[in-house]
């Protein structure tokens, strides 16, 4: 493993809120997939949509980046994601409820910036924190 390269740092620094930031991390005709909703978003069009759903789900979210193993062609990284989550999961409506979950990225990589990025984690591990009782 090694330290964390200047493409997880910006990453990093742009998730605490940073529109214009994260957008510069990735190609204009990225692909963003995350594995666990089953969902693909295409292009800066797409990132907007994910970072817009993610703040209004979460608005104090925030992701730390790990362990990480990038090239030129490619990368992968372990990271947390934290949050207060808000509104309805599963017929289940919350105002606030903690979450932490984990999970990684596998990235492909063109001139330094992300093409294509697959996000993998566990849904049952948020489920379980928003299940009410």
Known sequence: MTKKSRLIENLE????????????????????????????????????????????????FRVAYGDCVIDEAFGAVQWV????????????????TPVRVEGVSFMKLREGRIAHNADYWNLAALALQLRKD
Not at 37 to 59: D, N, S
Not at 81 to 96: K, M, Q, R, V, Y
Request: glycine share 14%.
């Open 81 to 96: 994601f934290t949050g207060s989550f808000h509104g309805d999961f599963e017929g289940s409506l919350h105002a606030g």
């Open 13 to 60: 620094q742009a998730w605490t809120g940073d529109l214009e930031a994260l957008l510069g991390q990735y190609t204009e005709d990225c692909m963003f997939e995350d594995k666990a909703f089953g969902l693909v978003h295409h292009g800066h069009a797409g990132l907007r949509e994910v970072f817009e759903f993610t703040y209004k789900m979460m608005p104090d």
